[in-house]
């Protein structure tokens, strides 16, 4: 193992989060800073070619490769767990840029009861309405102390959409259940294609509140206050599973690396895979003094740093800290140990799949151009008389029509798998077949959680992550629900045929659900019972800080990137502020 | 090394105008009466080739709805999908133990890769191409539920509807038949019109879309 000459701050993964904190510790200080990732480079310039769905969506060519590395899951502590042998029911990118390359661009905020959701059910339930089993936590921070940092995540991205909520003044057209919003989205909303068009019209008879889904594939061109410029989106229907060809969606590439790359003080590494954190030789100090990591040719390095960021994805944060032995891995049987508990993963499915007389002209579109209904959100809506908690948004993207992953789909009434019959109503379907989706928070329960796995190693030897993973009855039932509306959409909308959701069965590895995975190395109020204190500061480890939705208690409905980048935004403030002038605890 | 092996199909058999991109370049090849068209095959054998071509057009055949799997060449796609890392397992976790009986919301968990899934499934559809039709859809409801009738029906869309870079989708048939234009670099103006009615601009292949020489990603790795 080789050692490096010390650099004052290491960051373990180059997407959302680590691009961020490079960029605003590159810039605000002359700390020198390296960033290591495990894939390859990539900039902008990439994705000229990068249109085939064959090998960008079916085949992965953006995600981490599994035969390196994957995950192994089992639906309760009794079982023994196998690997997930390909990608599947989510998505974990690899490369510069991570899965922010290869996002749809959905851009909600949470909903201010999300940072309190132990409190705010209690309150206004009684305990007795939480479910058995739960482990559902406060964050230990609140709406309000987040308003101007997720502010300033949509001036880096240059989201585009409609304010509901205007410093409490409701403004019609935007979602008037968001929490109040100190100013109006950077841009205008996007187009609105003919499908979603449709749905906010039948939502709106049925007396909802449809408004334009919050953006990252933006409507014009649009310069950040970092003066980084992008176009606005052409509605081409490649955003989910590819890198954005005119950079008019916005990823960590081309929002982020450009101004990085003007900075003397910050190096980017690829094909930098990151194998233990090191801890100090006397442990009593509470610090860790480097990383170490094995480069592409397989030639290990140890690379010592005042200052480590974790920002390597929920799964692989976990993992680093369980591989590095920090913390107390967590024992469900005791409820004892923090590191690996809370694990969630969003409900979200198709609630209703809608066939139609008539055409939908379906792939253009982007992945963010559409309606979202928020009527049925987090506690908007009250559960006195429903069998669960919390609740969910519907959606209907515009978001392009692959065809390798969309042809066949067919309604009840056609039986046939193959041949003539099927190939006919097959090509009849293709363009006139639309999904409402239903994206719904999951609880936090003590038997869903991450630890190592004793059997399955990695390509370097190991141990791969374990998944201990299942619904409960209150997913199951807010299913349910979901799927009820939903069909009453879209049986409003003018569909001829629709097959409803069939039903949240045991935890379906094989099914994309959408690659919102989150908990692992929570935040919270307290070490008992969290990784991280409020700042996303280890709370024994005063220079190790961990970044992502790993830090996430809970798995609210909204897509996590809005409040992973806001709260790094909020870290990187408190380091500069704070943290910087006194390196120490800060909660 | 194996014996180099050809698909030779006669101009009867596939009819009108084929176009196929072979052997890492773009070409043209116009099957006319009487001649054949002789195909370099990376993975199939010939008499595999053409079991495998016989099954995909059952599968999508060619019929009064329009071309099928035959006019797509999507045994050529099968072929070099299996001869390219996906069909050797090059992005799949293979660390033992398999669990072959797994509930099927784990994935796949069996040992087999999809050529050697091919190569058993071939075996026992021996003499399926020499076959009646009735009879050829009778053999593949036989082994409708299995692994490598799910390959095979998968592989075959794929071969359809994926670009031709990748040796299916012949001259963008597969598009054609569904009004899917490709890689269209820009809907702006048409994005929220239409409604109601069908938009079909013409086709465009990712390399006549960005003007650049893709490499598909079994001829990278």
């Known amino acids: 193992m080789k050692t490096l000459p010390p650099v004052d701050v290491v960051i373990v993964g180059g997407g959302w989060t680590g691009l961020l904190m490079a960029k605003e510790l590159g810039t605000r200080t002359s700390l020198s800073i390296v960033v290591l990732e495990r894939g390859q480079p990539r900039q902008t310039d990439d994705y000229g070619g990068d249109m085939d769905e064959l090998d960008y969506a079916v085949r992965l060519h953006m995600m981490q490769n599994a035969s390196q590395e994957t995950v192994t899951l089992r639906h309760n502590p009794g079982e023994r767990a196998l690997p997930l042998r390909q990608f599947g029911g989510f998505l974990p990118g690899a490369g510069i840029g991570g899965a922010g390359e290869h996002w749809n661009g959905v851009f909600p905020r949470m909903l201010p009861d999300c940072f309190t959701p132990l409190s705010s059910t209690v309150e206004k339930y009684g305990a007795s309405k939480l479910p058995e089993d739960h482990s559902i936590q406060d964050w230990g921070i609140t709406y309000d102390e987040l308003e101007p940092y997720y502010t300033r995540a949509e001036r880096l991205l240059g989201i585009s959409g409609k304010a509901g909520n205007l410093r409490g003044k409701l403004m019609e057209g935007g979602n008037i259940f968001e929490g109040w919003r100190s100013t109006e989205y950077p841009t205008p909303p996007t187009k609105i294609p003919y499908f979603s068009a449709l749905f906010r019209d039948a939502a709106k008879s049925l007396g909802y509140h449809p408004y334009p889904t919050p953006a990252a594939t933006i409507s014009q061109t649009y310069t950040n206050p970092d003066g980084v410029a992008r176009p606005g989106c052409t509605y ?42 090191v801890r100090d030789i006397d442990r009593s100090k509470g610090k860790v003094r480097g990383v170490n990591y094995i480069d592409a040719s397989g030639q290990e390095f140890f690379q010592p740093a005042e200052l480590i960021f974790l920002a390597s994805w929920t799964l692989n944060n976990t993992r680093l800290l369980l591989l590095s032995k920090i913390g107390e891995p967590y024992d469900p049987a005791t409820n004892q140990g923090t590191v690996g508990r809370n694990l969630t993963h969003q409900v979200n499915f198709p609630a209703a799949t809608a066939f139609f007389d008539q055409p939908l002209n379906r792939f253009m579109g982007s992945g963010a151009s559409g309606i979202t209904v928020s009527d049925f959100n987090g506690d908007v809506f009250d559960h006195s008389g429903v069998p669960f908690l919390r609740g969910g948004n519907f959606f209907a993207l515009s978001s392009g029509n692959r065809p390798i992953a969309n042809f066949g789909t067919l309604p009840p009434s056609v039986h046939a798998n193959w041949g003539s019959e099927w190939k006919k109503n097959a090509l009849h379907y293709y363009d006139r077949t639309g999904r409402i989706t239903f994206e719904a928070e999951h609880l936090a329960y003590k038997s869903n959680y991450t630890d190592l796995d004793p059997t399955y190693k990695d390509h370097w030897g190991d141990p791969l992550l374990r998944l201990t993973l299942d619904w409960r009855e209150n997913e199951r039932k807010t299913a ?17 045929e629709i097959t409803p959701f069939s039903g949240l069965q045991s935890y379906d590895a094989t099914r994309y659900q959408s690659t919102h995975i989150q908990g692992g190395t929570i935040m919270g109020t307290t070490p008992e019972r969290s990784v991280l204190n409020p700042y996303l500061q280890h709370w024994q480890v005063s220079n190790l800080f961990v970044l992502g939705a790993s830090s996430f208690p809970q798995n609210s409905a909204s897509n996590p990137t809005p409040t992973i980048l806001a709260q790094t935004y909020r870290t990187a403030d408190t380091i500069v502020d704070r943290y910087l002038k006194n390196p120490a605890p800060l909660a | 090394m194996r014996r180099r092996e050809f698909l030779t199909l006669s101009a009867a058999s596939v009819g009108g105008v084929l176009v196929y991109s072979l052997d890492r370049r773009v070409s043209r090849l116009s099957a006319q009466a009487g001649q054949s068209l002789r195909i370099p095959l990376r993975f199939f054998s010939q008499s595999e080739a053409l079991i495998v071509a016989a099954a995909a057009s059952r599968i999508f055949p060619s019929d009064e709805a329009g071309p099928g799997a035959r006019e797509a060449g999507v045994v050529v796609y099968i072929d070099r999908q299996l001869a390219g890392p996906w069909g050797r397992d090059g992005h799949r976790y293979t660390q033992e133990p398999f669990e072959e009986n797994a509930p099927a919301e784990f994935g796949y968990q069996g040992k087999a890769t999809p050529q050697q899934t091919y190569r058993q499934g071939l075996k026992d559809l021996a003499g399926f191409d020499r076959l009646e039709p009735a009879e050829q859809d009778q053999k593949l409801k036989n082994i409708e539920t299995t692994l490598f009738f799910s390959l095979l029906r998968q592989n075959t869309i794929e071969g359809m509807f994926s670009d031709p870079i990748h040796g299916g989708n012949a001259d963008m048939v597969g598009w054609q038949l569904i009004g899917f234009p490709g890689p269209r670099m820009s809907n702006y103006d048409d994005v929220d019109k239409h409604f109601g009615e069908a938009f079909r601009p013409k086709p465009v292949s990712l390399r006549e879309a960005s003007g650049r020489k893709v490499r598909p990603s079994e001829e990278v790795e």
């Open chain 1, 480 to 496: 349910e629900f979901g799927t009820v509306k939903g069909v009453e959409i879209a049986r409003a909308m003018g569909a001829k």
């Open chain 1, 236 to 277: 081409c229907g490649f955003c989910e599973r590819f890198g954005c060809m005119i950079a008019a969606k916005a990823q960590p590439t081309n929002t982020l690396l450009p101004v990085i790359q003007k900075r003397k003080n910050v190096s980017i590494r690829a094909g930098a895979q990151v194998r233990r954190i």
